[in-house]
């Protein structure tokens, strides 16, 4: 037996997430924000006053009263419901494609990174095949390719959005590479897919979180771009982009739709972004320029 | 005699650059020609200057890079091109200990699961893990409570002592200690390596000790090989090679270990000019642009490594 350590241990540090997050205004301004719409989007059908397909051809185009609280579209639907479920389709194309994208993007990346060789060209050169085109434009191509639909908006915005999650895993994985630890693992006899799951997601984790919060904004945007050009969400299920589109024709006369539409994607896309910019502060100071 | 270990010949080189088409500008020849044999519960020291190739043959042997030619036999297995799935059986007896004890521990991970990793690997169940761990943890001088805790907690000796807990985990026959106490305090690195010491003791265990500190390897080693551009200049036993090296620059370092006592220290020896490029070695002996000794064959004629007493092996057309 050899003598014990005679260095002294140094105190476990305490995480230091909630102090700094307290300090950050723009963090808890887009957690407000974000809160609110994900708690209004999963109690979505609860709090709605009407139903988002009831329609009433005499009472068109209302203006805001107590009945109609941001009045009715042109074929007598209560706004303010059709605004609320569409958080619930916004979110629910937002949460399939992150899950989507998340997954086929970090196991490519991190393979790309770990194997490296002819497996990681392959894949990086798709990568890059997908990102020569603008992003929105091919979303649009591919969905009008496949048909209009719900299913449609998810499919072509995971087909545009899971190369850059593919490429930042990829670039942080190069970067773990050189650790010894993993050498370590290595001459432990630990089976490669296992160092992915042990020793790179968890070290990598941060950074992805971060890029996913923020995405979601450009998601949400994307899909009412899909809707606003009806190839994406179709009636009677309500999208905001759709709803931005059916108010544009009247909105000299009856604003009140597009407007309200188009606050609520604003103001949601705002809070991510705000949400998205406040974690990375938090989480990964050093992908500030990314 | 049969050796733990039996490297023949090994050879590593590394692309350097490459053209247009990816292809490789050069080859950098970072180990050469490199063959000695380990014995059974014996420390073979390695010594060499930065960039010798030192840590190229350690990570060679521990199969982390594949070499260009040569072979390793591993207790008589030809383990040198060996596929990973039918390596992973033979990890168990080839362990390491890595110079950087911040970069060779996972951040994430406890203590526990560090050191647990090769058992988890070879089948122990969770209870079994534990009980090792804290016997690990007990043997190199941690108290087997902090295994529940995270590598930021402790200090770098006391990282170096969990990455060493690690290595023994599997009860491996060979450990490959790069660089294992150079990027700890003086004071720390005496700890670390009566800890080595005292293992090797007490399980029997053979080490390869590559170190760029001759003076750290003099306290370890049995036998002690000198590296110089790739290859290996003097193979000998640590008192042989002490009291009468015999090939010059083996006979250059050891005049450059720091004397402690002022009134022995002499004027220091330095040799002349730089190390050549790897990339571009001198030809015929490697060492002849440096050497007190050089004569018109050593620019001419690589020597051979030639056995000149029992257990004595020098490159050099005129050792002594």
């Known amino acids: ?78 706004i303010l419901s059709r605004l609320i479920v569409g958080a619930q389709v916004s979110l629910t194309v937002a949460v399939a494609v992150l899950a989507i994208t998340l997954t086929v993007g970090i196991l490519l990346g991190m393979i790309a990174g770990y194997f490296g060789g002819k497996l990681d060209s392959a894949i990086m ?45 990829r670039s942080l994985v190069l970067q773990l590479r050189t650790e010894l630890y993993v050498d370590a693992a290595i001459a432990s006899g630990t089976p490669p897919f296992t160092i992915l799951i042990r020793h790179f997601l968890p070290n990598i984790v941060a950074p992805l979180i971060v890029r996913a919060s923020i995405g979601v904004g450009f998601i949400i945007m994307a899909e009412a771009t899909l809707s606003f050009l009806g190839i994406g969400v179709q009636e009677p ?54 | ?86 390596m992973r059986p033979r990890r168990r007896d080839i362990q390491v200990v890595f110079q950087d004890p911040y970069s060779s521990l996972n951040p994430r991970l406890m203590v526990r699961d560090i050191v647990g990793e090769p058992l988890k690997n070879f089948g122990h169940s969770r209870d079994q893990i534990d009980q090792r761990v804290a016997e690990l943890m007990r ?39 790069d660089e294992a106490v150079s990027a700890l305090d003086v004071s720390i690195q005496a700890q670390i390596l009566n800890l080595l010491a005292d293992i ?17 390897v003099r306290h370890v080693s049995h036998r002690i090989a000198v590296m110089y551009l790739g290859r290996l200049v003097e193979l000998a036993s640590e008192d042989a090679l002490f009291e009468h090296p015999l090939h010059p620059y083996t006979a250059a370092l050891i005049a450059a270990v720091p004397e402690p006592d002022p009134a022995t220290r002499g004027k220091l020896a330095v040799l002349p000019g730089e ?30 490594f030639r056995e000149v007493e029992a257990g004595r092996w020098v490159r050099c057309h005129f050792p002594g």
Not at chain 1, 26 to 39: E, K, L, R, S
Not at chain 1, 131 to 140: G, K, R, Y
Not at chain 2, 202 to 213: A, D, E, P, V, Y
């Open chain 1, 1 to 78: 037996m050899s003598a014990t350590a005679l260095e002294p241990t140094v105190a476990r540090t305490k995480s230091d997430f909630w102090p700094k997050f307290r300090r950050n205004r723009n963090a808890i301004a887009g957690t407000i924000i974000v809160t609110f719409v994900v708690v209004v989007a999963i109690f979505a059908r609860l709090i709605s006053p009407y139903d988002y397909d009831e329609t009433d051809i005499l009472f068109t185009w209302a203006h805001p009263s107590p009945e109609h609280l941001l009045g009715t579209d042109a074929l007598g639907r209560d």
């Open chain 1, 125 to 169: 050169r798709v990568v890059d095949i997908i990102f020569a085109f603008p992003d929105i434009i091919f979303a649009i191509l591919l969905a009008s390719a496949l048909g209009p639909g719900i299913t449609t908006v998810i499919i072509s915005l995971s087909v545009v959005w899971w190369p850059g999650i593919a490429r930042l895993t």
């Open chain 1, 237 to 290: 299920r309500p999208s905001w982009g759709g709803m931005i589109r059916d108010g544009i024709v009247s909105l000299r006369t009856e604003p009140y739709l597009a407007l309200s539409a188009s606050t609520a994607l604003g103001l949601t896309i705002i809070g991510f972004n705000l949400f998205g910019d406040g974690l990375r502060d938090i989480l990964d100071p050093r992908i500030k320029d990314r």
């Open chain 2, 1 to 86: 005699m049969s050796a733990l270990l039996e490297v023949r010949n090994l050879t590593k080189e590394f692309p350097v650059g490459a053209d247009f088409l990816g292809r490789p500008l050069a080859q950098l020849r970072a180990v050469d020609d490199i063959s000695f044999a380990l014995e059974p519960g014996e420390t073979l020291g390695f010594v060499g200057e930065s960039g010798c190739g030192k840590t190229t043959v350690g990570r060679l042997i521990l199969r982390l890079l594949a070499p260009t030619s040569g072979t390793i036999l591993f207790e008589g297995q030809d383990i040198t091109n060996l596929t990973e799935p039918e």
């Open chain 2, 139 to 177: 043997i190199v001088g941690l108290p087997p409570e902090y295994m529940s805790r995270y590598p930021h907690a402790f200090s770098g000796g006391q990282r170096q002592r969990i990455g060493i807990a690690r290595a023994l985990a599997v009860s491996p026959k060979l450990v490959v200690c």
């Open chain 2, 200 to 216: 090797q003791a007490q399980f029997g265990l053979t080490l390869l000790f590559i170190s760029h500190n001759l003076g750290v």
């Open chain 2, 275 to 304: 190390i050549p490029s790897p990339l571009n070695p001198p030809p015929g002996c490697p060492f002849n642009t440096r050497c007190p000794k050089v004569e018109a064959r050593c620019r001419a004629e690589l020597p051979e």
